[in-house]
């Protein structure tokens, strides 16, 4: 009976401790499934060269949504905008308004290259093309002041080559021939007066364009010549021929044009951009592809008023000696415009973002600190530009991978700037105007209306899928070099215009090697 009781009060025990386990096991899954969840351990806060700092030494001012970034949280948590973590703003990083730090480790990844500012001279010198013309100025037109008659052609072909006092043609005119005639009679006069009567007679043939020389061998025959010989003034080419044999002539009727060619004109057509570098009176060399060993050496006569829609282009006038006459009329030749170089402070051309209203380049400053610099940018040469204002030679700048740089730091400097002036939204909207970014490839341009197609990747700024699409471009110029398959980067405005047309503030052509 004994043993009986022990055993039975062995069990009890042993169902009373199960029961008692199962319960406490129950209750402690019941805690921990009530229990908010913990929040992730963060990340340790890294320094600018890629080593972690301790949390105590860094005082968080807030939490918030990289996404959205205006409103501000007093904890960690989830984002209630997206599905990601909040993360914390430091005291350390609001101070550097409108910089951005970038790791040591991260700079390669990200294809971030650093260039120095240099001091050196900058060859202001470049070439355009022109044609040769003649010079106008040679122009010489033939004409006969009397009515008469062709009777005897001595030049039949446009482009023949004529030296000075070569005959022309043979004139019969009746007037020239009643002229001679009345001469003779009052030279032979014995009546008084006579003798300056004859002389006015003479120079009223001179008048009526009979030359001194065959005055003088008229005189030597004795008697009126039935014909009158045209002479060429200057030396040349017939650039004009208006005449045949038999043809009748009348005053105030050009015969023959000729033209010089020991001085030919050449216009060059001068980008409009480097009009500034010609000026008349400046030397330039002009070299021809038919004579590629001769140099040709001229001066600047004149920068037309005229400049061509198509082209952009202004002409140059520029008289050039031709003393062998090698040079014909309708030849191409190079000209070369040349300048000294001056010094200058300058920078890869790639480092300049151009915006159409300003010109940046991003600095890199000690302790992989970045900002943007408002700089004032000259002329470009050998894939260098020129800054006149806004660096120093020895800073170092982006020169490639600054697009992304400048979007980021603009970002933080305008919602430090409108920090607790405006609402949330308004500090969304006003911080992205303008400064929406996206890569695309370009599929089309009209540079005349400034508009380009693009097939562009996901925008998350304005909440875009990737799609084809056009916009329109503020600065056209930055159409300039751009042509179907280029690949970019862009900046552009939240609100559509009010043709409904998004707008492109910012272009910057992406390197071939990144396109591929």
Not at 90 to 119: F, H, M, P, T, W
Not at 290 to 300: I, M, N, S
Request: zero cysteines; hydrophobic letters at 40%; a positive charge.
């Amino acid at each position: 009976m004994k043993r009986t009781a022990l055993i039975g009060l062995v069990a009890a025990l042993l169902a009373a401790g199960a029961g008692g386990g199962y319960w406490y096991a129950m209750h402690r899954m019941h805690a921990q499934s009530s229990a908010p969840p913990a929040a992730p351990a963060a990340s340790p806060a890294m320094s600018s060269d890629g080593k972690p700092v301790a949390s105590s030494d860094r005082k968080v001012l807030y939490w918030h949504d990289p996404m959205v970034p205006g409103p501000k949280f007093d904890k960690p948590g989830k984002s209630p905008f997206m599905d990601m973590q909040l993360v914390p703003v430091y005291a350390d990083e609001s101070a550097d308004q409108g910089k951005v730090s970038i790791s040591s480790r991260s700079l390669q990844n990200l294809g971030i290259r650093i260039a120095e500012v240099k001091e050196g001279r900058m060859d202001t010198g470049f070439t355009a093309t022109g044609a040769v013309s003649v010079d106008e100025r040679s122009l010489i037109a033939v004409q006969a002041r009397v009515t008469g008659y062709i009777e005897k052609l001595y030049v039949r072909a446009q482009y023949d080559a004529v030296a000075r006092g070569q005959a022309l043609a043979d004139i019969y005119a009746p007037e020239w021939l009643a002229a001679q005639e009345e001469y003779f009679v009052l030279k032979r006069s014995t009546q008084p007066g006579a003798e300056a009567l004859a002389q006015a007679a003479r120079q009223r043939l001179l008048l009526l364009g009979v030359a001194e020389s065959q005055i003088r061998l008229i005189e030597q025959s004795g008697h009126p010549a039935l014909r009158i010989t045209l002479y060429a003034p200057e030396s040349g080419i017939v650039w004009d021929l208006g005449v045949r044999d038999g043809m009748s002539v009348n005053p105030g009727v050009t015969l023959f044009r000729l033209a010089r060619l020991s001085s030919v004109w050449v216009h060059a057509e001068v980008p409009e951009t480097e009009a500034a570098l010609v000026r008349p009176g400046a030397t330039v060399t002009a070299r021809a592809t038919a004579f590629p060993e001769t140099r040709y050496q001229g001066t600047v006569a004149a920068l037309l008023p005229d400049v061509n829609a198509a082209t952009r282009t202004i002409k140059a006038r520029i008289e050039l000696a031709n003393p062998a006459g090698r040079l014909k009329p309708g030849m191409f030749v190079n000209v070369a415009f040349g300048s000294a170089a001056k010094p200058a402070l300058m920078v890869p051309a790639e480092a300049v973002i151009h915006t159409g209203t300003r010109s940046v380049v991003i600095l890199a400053e000690d302790g992989g600190k970045f900002r943007p610099v408002e700089v004032e940018a000259g002329r470009e040469s050998a894939d260098m530009t020129e800054i006149r204002k806004g660096l120093n030679a020895g800073q170092k700048v982006v020169a490639s991978g600054q697009f992304l740089i400048d979007s980021e730091a603009s970002l933080k400097s305008t919602l430090t700037r409108l920090e607790g002036s405006q609402t949330a939204d308004a500090v969304t909207t006003n911080a992205m105007g303008g400064k929406h970014t996206g890569s695309a490839k370009v599929t089309g341009i009209d540079a005349v209306k400034g508009r380009i197609e693009l097939d562009h990747g996901p925008i998350p700024s304005m909440k875009w899928p990737a799609m084809s699409m056009g916009f329109g471009v503020e600065d056209k110029s930055q159409l300039r070099n751009l042509k179907a398959g280029d690949e970019i980067d862009f900046n552009m405005r939240g609100e559509p215009d009010k043709d409904g047309d998004y707008q492109i503030t910012r272009i910057k052509k992406k390197p071939l090697t990144a396109a591929k």
